[in-house]
């Protein structure tokens, strides 16, 4: 079973977080389903950048992003090469290592 570590992060995981998922899991299910409440305003849709993160291990595992997924992306606060939006990265069979940036950009939510 693919093993998410999650990189410290000081609001939704202080201590960072090893997660066993299993594979075809979107990174975001995974990190709601193991107590890890990252923003995912359009509720997975793919409509918005709130579930941006950054797959700093295990990116080439990973399905390629879409065009629409590549077109948000773009407006994500600090978008990196290898950003993805976790609602739409599927755990494949790697491990991965994910940093879940400290900011969102969240027009419905301005306390961040």
Do not use: K
């Given at each position: 079973?693919?093993?998410i570590t999650?990189?410290?992060?000081?609001d939704?995981?202080?201590?960072?977080?090893?997660?066993?998922?299993?594979?075809?899991?979107?990174?975001?299910?995974?990190?709601?389903e193991n107590?890890?409440?990252?923003?995912?305003?359009?509720?997975?849709?793919?409509?918005?950048?709130?579930?941006?993160?950054?797959?700093?291990?295990?990116?080439?595992?990973?399905?390629e992003?879409?065009?629409n997924?590549d077109?948000?992306?773009d407006?994500?606060?600090?978008l990196?090469?290898?950003?993805r939006?976790?609602?739409?990265?599927?755990?494949?069979?790697?491990?991965?290592v994910?940093?879940?940036?400290?900011?969102?950009?969240?027009h419905?939510k301005?306390?961040?």
């Open positions: 079973m693919p093993r999650v990189l410290p992060h000081a939704l995981a202080p201590e960072g977080a090893v997660l066993d998922v299993p594979a075809g899991t979107s990174i975001c299910a995974a990190l709601l107590g890890i409440d990252i923003e995912h305003a359009c509720d997975m849709s793919c409509a918005c950048t709130t579930c941006h993160c950054i797959v700093r291990q295990g990116f080439d595992s990973l399905g992003a879409g065009e997924e077109d948000l992306l407006r994500a606060w600090g990196q090469a290898q950003s939006l976790s609602c739409q990265a599927i755990v494949a069979e790697a491990d991965l994910v940093e879940i940036p400290r900011y969102t950009i969240n419905a301005e306390d961040r």
